[in-house]
């Protein structure tokens, strides 16, 4: 097949930049890792994974974590801070990137954001690229970039919903939404209340600190609210201004066969988060352009931790606030007429402050400051494509507590990958790359009231990666198969410590080997599977030099089995089976490892259908999550919801 190369890098932004339809969303709509060959096809330079605004729908999730199961090589994990985590690859969730509409999710001071406090229903979709991404996206994304992004409308259209939902124990969610956009103008409201005394336990769990069926605190509550408005100025530019507010509290279950466990509970949280972002056309002939963003949050967040399981007596108090700045710049420009250039800035400065009851609320401040620049060459001929990126990334720690201050470290980054159409369904691909995480100020400075012993000696961890794939489409489906392999150096891991303690070290080197199958195929009329399944094999380094030592939380097999069915035009049916196996834990108090339950849980959802007016629509819906009533542990000593019935009514018009 001939292939007209100016139509060809034409194409690339188009699919790669939404030029067009979307022009305020500089990072969220980057898709950095793709190339194009033709119009009516997409080619990736690695595993590539967009989930739609339907299939979040149909979760029913109500927070960010409830959608992690969605996403392939995905585990979510609670940890006993009673954060919920996405796991990825089994990379943990400071050696991923996430991005809500092209700002940084997570909170710098640790580098992780506990995803329950993140509300679903601004949720439009989620794009992954696994393994080391394109040096675009700066520093400490090491193993993968998860963008959420906004729900936004085509020109000329309106949408609005509301949404009820019940279950047990007190709970339930509350949300309204309006879009529209109008091709100059678009702007987005969501707000949502979510209220819950708790989750049930499996009826075959038994402990005697946990008498009742009830997860001891369990509950949470959360107001949210989130808006954004987009104006296109002129031909060349365009502006876009949002912002989020969450208020929210929670309890933490505790462990529940540990010798201390952590009573804690999160009276406070509270995160406001602000940005300005947009694009500006240079020259739209060889489309020379700058997409750019400016964040600015700020997250205050209170912990009580109780002398015991009656939560009566206060031990101490963390008080926390951190604020973080960040902007991002990513020039592209046509450099001929079979190649692109794209170049880089991202920057950030977080500041972390901590007052603990037990230090006298003496004031505590920590600081890091990041700077990452990065250009990437793209290159078309024939069937092939080709992408090279290097980077430079800094890090700097000029306030440490009461500790002292870190030389800062910087290192340099590169990727790569090149992409073959075997034929116009067909394609397969190889990528590499080396890139950086440096330690969060946490890791190597706080103590976390007590739990962990501080290492200031830390060093970076370097990752080195490399993947082969090969995509297909099929009359009724596309199917991807990819391979792929990682060498961390200086991995930090956690290590137990006499007194019920931990510490952070760095392992010598960790290897994750692996295997990922997607397939997503219409099995008849109205009737559709999609399937999930990865193989993951990582170990460290042992004395001896070989790769024997056991690591937390990297499960042999993760896997997802999705069934939907019409029965009607009205009526529809969803069932899900969601495997875990062979994954690992340390636990507090023992410097051995032990193995967590294997599990499958089996999700069942039935929703109907019907139009009230032609712009009004109705469903009616009800789900079983667990419905086999599985026992099931994220983390070693924290038992999972067993069978869980939801039921609710949304309205769109």
């Not at 034409?10 to 190339?35: G, H, N």
């Not at 694009?279 to 700058?290: A, I």
């Amino acid at each position: 097949m001939k292939f007209d190369n100016m139509k060809i890098i034409l194409c690339v932004f188009a699919l790669t930049y939404s030029i067009a339809a979307q022009p305020v969303d500089s990072v969220r709509t980057y898709k950095l890792e793709q190339v194009t060959v033709e119009a009516s096809r997409k080619l990736e330079s690695k595993m590539h994974i967009e989930i739609d605004h339907k299939k979040i729908e149909r979760t029913d999730a109500s927070n960010l974590s409830e959608l992690g199961k969605l996403i392939p090589s995905l585990k979510v994990r609670t940890n006993s801070r009673g954060e919920s985590l996405f796991y990825l690859r089994g990379a943990g969730e400071r050696q991923i990137a996430l991005f809500f509409d092209g700002v940084i999710l997570n909170t710098p001071w640790d580098n992780r954001i506990d995803l329950s406090m993140i509300p679903s229903d601004m949720i439009g979709d989620i794009s992954v690229t696994k393994g080391v991404p394109s040096v675009i996206y700066g520093a400490n994304s090491v193993s993968g970039v998860i963008n959420i992004n906004s729900f936004r409308l085509n020109p000329g259209k309106r949408f609005g919903k509301v949404l009820a939902q019940f279950s047990e124990n007190n709970t339930r969610r509350f949300s309204g939404s309006y879009f529209m956009n109008n091709e100059k103008l678009s702007a987005g409201f969501t707000s949502s209340y979510r209220k819950t005394d708790g989750f049930n336990l499996p009826n075959s769990y038994t402990d005697v600190n946990n008498s009742s069926s009830l997860r001891l605190n369990s509950y949470s509550r959360a107001v949210d609210l989130f808006g954004n408005v987009n104006y296109k100025y002129s031909a060349n530019g365009s502006l876009g201004l949002g912002a989020s507010f969450t208020n929210s509290e929670k309890g933490v279950p505790p462990e529940t066969d540990v010798a201390n466990p952590r009573y804690w509970q999160y009276p406070a949280f509270t995160r406001i988060m602000v940005s300005l972002n947009g694009n500006y056309f240079f020259n739209r002939l060889s489309n020379s352009k700058l997409d750019y963003t400016f964040a600015a949050t700020s997250v205050y967040s209170k912990i009580n931790q109780y002398t015991n399981a009656t939560f009566s007596e206060i031990d101490d108090v963390e008080k926390s606030n951190d604020f973080t700045a960040s902007g991002r710049f990513l020039y592209s420009g046509i450099v001929t007429e079979n190649s692109i250039i794209k170049a880089a800035l991202n920057t950030l400065t977080t500041t972390h402050e901590e007052k603990i009851l037990s230090a006298g609320y003496n004031d505590e401040l920590y600081r890091q400051n990041l700077i990452s620049v990065g250009a990437e060459y793209e290159y078309f001929i024939g069937r092939t494509a080709a992408i090279i990126g290097l980077g430079y990334d800094y890090s700097s720690t000029p306030l440490t507590g009461d500790k002292t201050p870190k030389a800062p470290v910087s290192d340099i980054s590169f990727s790569g990958g090149i992409v073959y159409s075997i034929s116009d369904l067909h394609s397969v691909y190889i990528s590499f790359g080396r890139k950086t995480r440096f330690p969060t100020l946490r890791e190597t400075f706080s103590g976390a009231l007590g739990r962990f012993v501080p290492n200031p000696q830390l060093r970076a961890e370097i990752v080195h990666s490399g993947e082969i794939g090969f995509n297909s489409l099929l009359p009724g489906g596309k199917i991807e198969l990819n391979f792929f392999l990682s060498y961390l150096k200086d991995g930090i891991v956690r290590e137990s410590l006499p007194g019920r303690q931990f510490r952070r070290v760095n392992k010598e080197q960790i290897r994750t080997a692996g295997a990922e199958l997607n397939v997503n195929y219409i099995l008849a009329d109205g009737f559709n599977a999609s399937f999930h399944l990865t193989y993951l094999n990582a170990f460290a380094k042992d004395v001896n030099g070989n790769f024997k030592d056991t690591l937390e939380y990297k499960p042999n097999f993760i896997s997802l089995l999705t069934l939907h069915y019409y029965f009607s035009k009205n009526i529809e049916t969803q069932l899900e089976f969601n495997y875990s196996s062979k994954e690992f834990a340390l636990r507090e108090g023992s410097t051995f490892f032990q193995r967590l339950p294997d599990y499958m849980l089996v999700n069942l959802r039935l929703a109907y259908n019907f139009r009230i007016f032609n712009d009004l629509r109705l469903e009616l819906f009800a789900r079983v999550n667990n419905m086999f009533d599985k026992l099931y542990f994220p983390q070693w000593g924290l038992p999972e919801a067993g069978r869980q019935i939801w039921g609710g009514v949304s309205l769109e018009f």
